[in-house]
């Protein structure tokens, strides 16, 4: 490592950790997505430069690059905490809602998906569904068939209906409205739900919005959450070892070892972002950056076709296709679009947070768990502008309006119906 890169790495990650003590102090309690997005953009940034003895370390204008984006990131959480400062310590009220109605719902969207699920494995003409569902990850991975286009698109929404039922199940919980068998069964559905594809992303949105759930709605101890963190951290390296280690031992064709498949998970993406500063990503007409916006049009056969969310692979120096969350904003407007795209979406993630601390509802819950899920992606690629991620807000503003209790106002305005959160002693329910 060169004088140059060791300079860079002392200040970026000194004025990183400054950034983020303030965002503490502003935030007053938890800021997810900003403790979040640190954590994974620096162990990115670290396992980059030692891995490979030194093959993915990034050149010092990269590396330059990548401390500002994250600086950036952090200046707009700060910018959206500091207007909003006032508030910042009042963490919202739940809104009063309707038990049976509300019971219903999560009942309803745990069966919608497991209808989107059988359906996806009677289409594999396996044996039996049981089969289907706890067997065949790995050997259907291989085959190249667990596609999410073989789902109708009326089933196709409710593949993911954890990101509502999690949120609505832990409120119903909070509120005394359930048992714990109840919430137990529906985070079972969910973790094994997410178990049908041996992929990252289910298993990682699934935790995500349960522990930003959990930290938004219970407000628990730091060492509570410590032990939390450090339990799904442990849970997912696992999972991301065995199946990467299966899949890459499995296939006759893998070109790469267990490790370095692991490393296109964290690592390798900050090598492959300076390839695509340099041109060897080829652009493809259409704005990368309106993924949500190009995503609709052509469902409505608009536009013909616009950039796959999944990129090229390129040799960097190993196989890679993810290219860090900078990516779409570097490819529409270069390095400046690439930095003021991350203060924007460091912005847009801090108002997200702003609201659901001012109002608990379920679509800000909603909203909130899905930016910090966006936040852990960041080192890999850009969720925050899928149209899933608009799609599930107006869903859970949907559900919302189904269960919520009508009146002078869906929230509680005497002391009767009041529901303000606190913090028992030991980090679990305290409602007053």
Request: with cysteine; proline share 6%.
């Amino acid at each position: 490592m060169t004088a140059d890169q060791w300079s860079i790495n002392l200040v970026g990650f000194l004025v990183a950790a400054a950034l983020l003590f303030l965002v503490t102090r502003l935030g007053r309690g938890w800021v997810p997505h900003a403790y979040l997005f640190s954590i994974l953009w620096a162990l990115n940034l670290s396992v980059a430069q030692a891995a490979l003895s030194g093959k993915l370390r990034p050149d010092p204008e990269t590396l330059l690059v990548l401390f500002a984006a994250w600086w950036l990131y952090l200046l707009g959480t700060l910018g959206v905490l500091t207007g909003g400062r006032r508030q910042a310590g009042n963490f919202g009220r739940i809104p009063e809602i309707r038990p049976l109605p509300a019971v219903s719902l999560v009942l309803a969207l745990v069966a919608l998906q497991w209808l989107s699920i059988g359906y996806e494995v009677s289409r594999r003409q396996l044996q039996s569904f049981f089969y289907g569902l706890l067997l065949p990850t790995l050997e259907l991975r291989l085959m190249g068939v667990l596609r999410e286009e073989d789902l109708p698109w009326f089933l196709e929404a409710w593949r993911w209906s954890y990101v509502w039922y999690i949120p609505l199940g832990l409120v119903l919980w909070r509120k005394g409205l359930v048992s714990k068998p109840f919430i137990a069964l529906v985070f079972a559905s969910a973790l094994l739900s997410s178990l049908t594809k041996l992929t990252r992303t289910p298993l990682l949105h699934v935790s995500t919005t349960a522990l930003v759930s959990w930290l938004l709605l219970w407000r628990p101890q730091p060492a509570r959450v410590l032990l939390a963190c450090f339990s799904l951290a442990l849970a997912m390296w696992l999972f991301l070892v065995l199946s990467q280690t299966a899949l890459t031992l499995s296939d006759p064709l893998a070109r790469v070892t267990p490790a370095e498949s692991l490393l296109s998970y964290i690592g390798a993406s900050v090598k492959a972002y300076e390839e695509l500063i340099r041109g060897a990503l080829p652009r493809e007409p259409g704005f990368y950056s309106l993924d949500a916006l190009n995503f609709v049009l052509h469902k409505l056969s608009i536009i013909p076709s616009y950039p796959d969310i999944v990129r090229p692979a390129i040799l960097a120096p190993i196989p890679m296709n993810t290219y860090t969350f900078l990516d779409v904003y570097t490819l529409d407007f270069g390095i400046a679009g690439a930095l003021v795209g991350s203060f924007f979406t460091g912005a847009l993630a801090s108002w997200l947070h702003q609201r659901v601390r001012k109002e608990a509802t379920l679509h800000n819950l909603v909203a909130y768990s899905y930016a910090a899920y966006a936040a852990i992606m960041a080192p890999m690629n850009n969720e925050f502008i899928r149209f899933s991620f608009i799609f599930s807000i107006g869903i859970g503003w949907t559900c919302h309006n189904l269960i919520v209790l009508r009146g002078r106002s869906p929230f509680a305005r005497t002391k009767t119906r009041s529901c303000v959160l606190t913090s028992s002693p030991e980090g679990g329910p305290g409602q007053r």
